[in-house]
């Protein structure tokens, strides 16, 4: 992958995003195996770190064009990232991949909600949020209340990510802001996973968490950022709404866990209104491929 990035231009921006969504929940779910070893904490710390070193090699941080006033958003991103990792992890230890999810989801809707200025978007949100409601199946008894709000915690989590991740897509060009702002996750994760992990690394988990980086966090922080350069903020929040049916698959597939009827009607809801939230949800543009993109004028559109 180039410095400017191929799918720049070339790649619909949709596409990217649910490259994204599909890495995500795979990384998600073959790292419940990992979680069960070091914890959900270790497990983000590790990700999070190899996901660093990775992006450190591939992209080179761009200290010499940072601005002090670029330091609260970097530095509000990554610790984001790194907790809201941590919340999804733990909550994916105690609930079902898919439930995790389609609660997380909460939060690109909320973002998309805010974001709207048309009745037609408020439609999809409102289909997709009672699609969330079918996967979730809050009715039901049995599921831990302790899960259900470390994914709420998630949700908040990636609803900034999803701001905040424009803001620095479009004041830096390339994968550079992720050399500076991944790091950044890791040594946030570090102040939970280092105590959980301790005494519980060997070569075999090590070797584990950097394959897994590749799922979470290289490939989709890579596509979500190239992807918010092009897509608003409302049409990239719905889009998410696959995202639980993705998580609901691929816990059915991966982890073996059962779905039930009502889960799967929320499945095609979801999907019907994320894909068509993506129509006419590019962004206008405003934002130079240079080595400082920052908009000429103005504060960054999002």
Known sequence: MSERGPAAGSVPPWSLAIGAMLSVQLGSALSVHLISTVGPGGTAWLRLTAGAVIFLLIARPPLRSLRWHDAP???????????????????????????????????????????????????WVGAAGFGVVLVTQPWRGDISLVGVGYAGLAAVGWAAY?????RVGDRFSGLSGLA???????????????PQAAGHLTLAVVGAAVGLAILLPVVPYSFELLALRQMTPT??????????????????????????????????????????AQRGGRRRPSVIDGADARPS????PF
Request: glycine share 12%; with cysteine.
């Open 162 to 166: 999803i701001v905040l991740t424009q």
């Open 180 to 194: 500076l702002t991944v790091p950044i996750a890791a040594c946030t994760a570090a102040i939970i996973g280092i």
């Open 235 to 276: 049409a990239f929040g719905t889009l998410m709404a696959l995202e639980p049916a993705i998580g609901v698959v691929l816990g059915i597939l991966v982890l073996h866990q059962a779905v039930s009827g009502f889960q799967v009607i929320g499945i095609l809801l979801v999907v019907v209104t994320g894909a068509a």
């Open 73 to 123: 958003v970097l530095l509000g991103l990554g610790v984001t990232t790194g907790l809201q990792t941590v919340a999804f992890l733990a909550a994916i230890e105690r609930i079902p991949l898919g439930t995790s999810v389609a609660i997380e989801f909460l939060g690109p809707m909320t973002v998309a909600a805010v974001h709207s200025h048309s009745r037609r978007a408020l439609i």
């Open 297 to 300: 004028t103005g504060p960054v």
